[in-house]
């Protein structure tokens, strides 16, 4: 067991896109265990947009409070049962739970999960297999409202939301276009994922390839990224679609509303002249789906049928750097950091 604990922290909040210079690797004791906890030891981190909310005071909401600068960042993890004093886990199982940007933590043992290592590699169970896997799971099954045949767009389309959101319209036998922001990533959504075409939206005529892919319009807009990328699909909309507000990464660095023209008047009424249906999507409503999402997206990843890329960034020392490359799309697919001698299934 390593003497000491290394957690990371904020220095300070971060301005727009953070720098590494915001954060801040300190030490300390390892923690006591407590009757009912477990101790136990990071293998992997996540490494999610949320967590630039919970970084930023003002975006505070009540899924997401902001962190006190010096506290180690939060966020779920997979750990590794060190000691254990809950009759439900014992030394060396591997579970998942909110333990933080640390290499140790002293968790209720109530508030974790067993990971099955037997379903997916370990990292899996923080992407196409945690939280991420089920709340695209929720929006594809249960708000999508998607038939064969129709078009679904998936911004983020590599990330731990989208690429499982993209890979089960495909498996409804949807037409599904992607949006992610190089030519090497599209490639890969196209080649490996199964979308039906992918667009980069750094491409100056970004805007112009949305209606060049959807010429019938979009029945689904699977929203994970906000800005410019919302309003594209959001004006190519055919009547009565479904746009499903899963995320907004693209403001998670603003403080305050971007400048110019208020767009409420021009979103309001193509609501109505095209009925669109814009439904919210929060995951913390469904975790009692879980044991079905674990059973349904495990049998298709075991079957080959739903593939996922992940980021791993080795060393919590670099979970900083891996948080700003998510957020700047420097990442490719789902964003984790390893730590030291974690297994790689
Ligand atoms: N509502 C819920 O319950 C819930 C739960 C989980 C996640 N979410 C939301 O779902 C979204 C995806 O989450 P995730 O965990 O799967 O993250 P992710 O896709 O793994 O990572 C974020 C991705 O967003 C894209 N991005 C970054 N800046 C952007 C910008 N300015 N414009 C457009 N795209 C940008 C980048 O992808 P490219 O560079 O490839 O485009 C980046 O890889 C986030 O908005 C997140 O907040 C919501």
New binding site residues.
């Given amino acids: 067991m390593n003497a000491v604990n290394r957690q990371m922290t904020l220095r300070r909040y971060p301005e727009g896109m953070p720098r590494e210079s915001d954060f801040e690797v300190v030490t300390s004791e390892i923690p006591d265990v407590g009757e009912g906890e477990v101790l136990c030891r990071a293998q992997y981190l996540t490494v ?3 967590i630039r909310v919970h970084v930023s005071p003002s975006m505070s909401v009540g899924y997401a409070p902001t962190t006190p600068l010096g506290a180690p960042i939060p966020g779920e993890a997979i750990l590794q049962v060190v000691q254990s004093r809950h009759p439900g886990f014992k030394d060396g199982d591997f579970v998942a739970g909110f333990g933080g940007w640390q290499d140790y933590c002293a968790l209720p043992g109530d508030s974790l999960r067993k990971v099955d290592r037997g379903l997916a590699p370990l990292s899996a169970h923080l992407g196409s297999l945690g ?2 896997g089920l ?1 695209a799971y929720v929006g594809m099954t249960k708000l999508a409202e998607a038939q064969a045949g129709q078009t679904v767009f998936v ?8 690429a499982v959101a993209g890979q089960l319209a495909r498996i409804k036998g949807c037409r599904v276009v992607g ?3 190089s030519a090497e ?1 599209c490639r890969y959504a196209v080649e490996e994922l199964g979308y039906d075409a992918c667009l980069d ?1 750094t491409r100056p005529d970004f805007a112009a390839s949305v209606a060049a892919a959807c010429p019938e319009g979009i029945d689904v807009n699977f929203e ?6 919302f309003w594209a699909a959001f004006n190519n909309m055919k009547p009565y679609g479904r746009v499903l507000i ?5 403001d998670y660095n603003d403080g305050a509303p971007p400048p110019g023209p208020d767009q409420a008047p021009h979103l309001l009424r193509m609501i109505a002249l095209k009925r669109l249906v814009l439904k919210g ?4 409503d469904y975790w009692d789906l879980r044991p079905r999402f674990l059973e349904e997206v495990s049998g298709l990843i075991r079957d080959g049928r739903l593939k996922s890329k992940e980021y791993v960034v080795q060393g919590i020392e670099n979970a900083g750097r891996a948080m700003i490359d ?4 420097r ?1 490719f697919g ?2 984790v950091v390893r730590i030291a001698d974690a297994p790689v299934d």
């Avoid at 899963?246 to 693209?250: K, M």
């Avoid at 999507?281 to 913390?284: E, I, P, R, S, T």
């Avoid at 998510?326 to 799309?329: A, D, F, K, T, W």
């Fill in positions: 999610d947009p949320y939280m991420p709340t911004s983020a389309a590599l990330g731990g939301v989208g949006v992610t922001s990533k939206r994970n990224a906000g800005g410019e990328v899963c995320g907004l990464v693209a999507v929060m995951v913390a998510m957020l700047s799309g990442n789902k964003t």
